[in-house]
């Protein structure tokens, strides 16, 4: 599997929603910063959308968030209606790269069957500590015949949570399809919502366990002044007087910048899972 390390020279960035519902001032946002700062470097933009979670994805809303982000005026060089040396664009399609990064982890022993309920592991604390881990070849065999285990990853001794990689109905997480997506896809540049903090260093060490570079990740802060700006429309400027020299046009990120806060009057999230 390709991990992209040929793309470091070049800046990539990306947006990469999920087709659960429509799109929202949050999520209008990131992708506006994300495709500003790829834009400003010269780079390359990517759009991906992220339906591996089938039961809540609809093929109608990614569409719709296609239509929504032209809107807006944004561009894209790689994705899912434009193709590009990456594809494929839409998640559900790239099961077979996301079962060879399962198979890379088993070869390296970084996976174990987990048989705990979900009240187990809530019972366990905010951090499940590998109670499965341990468990010997008997216990799992026993365990087995009760319910189909999740898998999780146990990427070094002093980790604080053994996180899940693939569900017991045999989806794959999204911290696994994000870092096999973005490290395929040779993203240097990740531009996400505070909500991600906590997500962040999980992904980290399974770029680690991958051999891949991780991208620079960006999360911008947004104050309350700010949520309260983006909350309302932005005013119509008054009319310029009359001038013997016609005005410069406005440069096309300003036009984008005038048309995101027109989206909606709903409060701003700044909260984006990406």
């Known amino acids: ?5 040929d793309q470091r020279d070049v800046k990539r960035g990306r947006f990469a929603p999920t087709p659960s519902g429509q799109l929202h001032l949050g999520n209008a946002w ?15 933009f990517v759009l991906r959308i992220e339906d591996v979670d089938r039961h809540r994805s609809r093929p ?46 088993e070869r390296e022993s970084r996976l174990y069957p987990c048989y705990c309920s979900r009240a187990e592991v809530k019972a366990a604390g905010p951090a499940y500590r590998g109670a499965c881990r341990q468990l010997s070849a008997e216990e799992r065999e ?18 604080a949570e053994d996180f899940v990689v693939q569900r017991a109905d ?16 040779g993203i240097t540049d990740v531009l996400r919502g505070e909500d991600l903090l906590d997500a962040t260093p999980k992904q980290v060490r399974l770029y680690e366990a991958f051999g891949a570079v991780p991208p620079v990740f960006i999360t911008p802060r947004c104050s309350s ?6 909350s309302r429309k932005a005013p119509v400027p008054s009319p310029s007087p009359p001038s ?9 990120s300003s036009a984008i910048l005038r048309r995101s806060a027109d989206i909606t009057t709903a ?7 990406n």
């Open 142 to 159: 026993r365990k087995a015949g009760g319910k189909a285990p999740a898998l999780r990853v146990a990427l070094a001794e002093e980790a």
């Open 170 to 185: 045999g989806m794959v997480s999204y911290q696994l399809a994000v870092v096999v997506d973005d490290a395929a896809m």
């Open 267 to 273: 409060p701003s999230r700044c909260r984006q899972r």
């Open 1 to 5: 599997m390709n991990w992209g390390s």
């Open 244 to 252: 013997a020299t016609k005005a410069p046009a406005p440069s096309r």
């Open 60 to 105: 109608e809303f990614a569409g719709q968030i296609l239509a929504d982000l032209r809107w807006l005026g944004l561009d894209w060089d790689e994705g899912p209606d434009v193709g590009g040396p990456h594809g494929s664009y839409t998640q559900s399609e790239r099961d077979q790269l996301y079962a060879e990064a399962l198979q890379h982890l």
């Open 225 to 230: 002044t700010q949520k309260a700006a983006n």
């Open 30 to 44: 990131v992708a506006l910063l994300s495709w500003l700062q790829i834009r400003q470097a010269g780079g390359q």
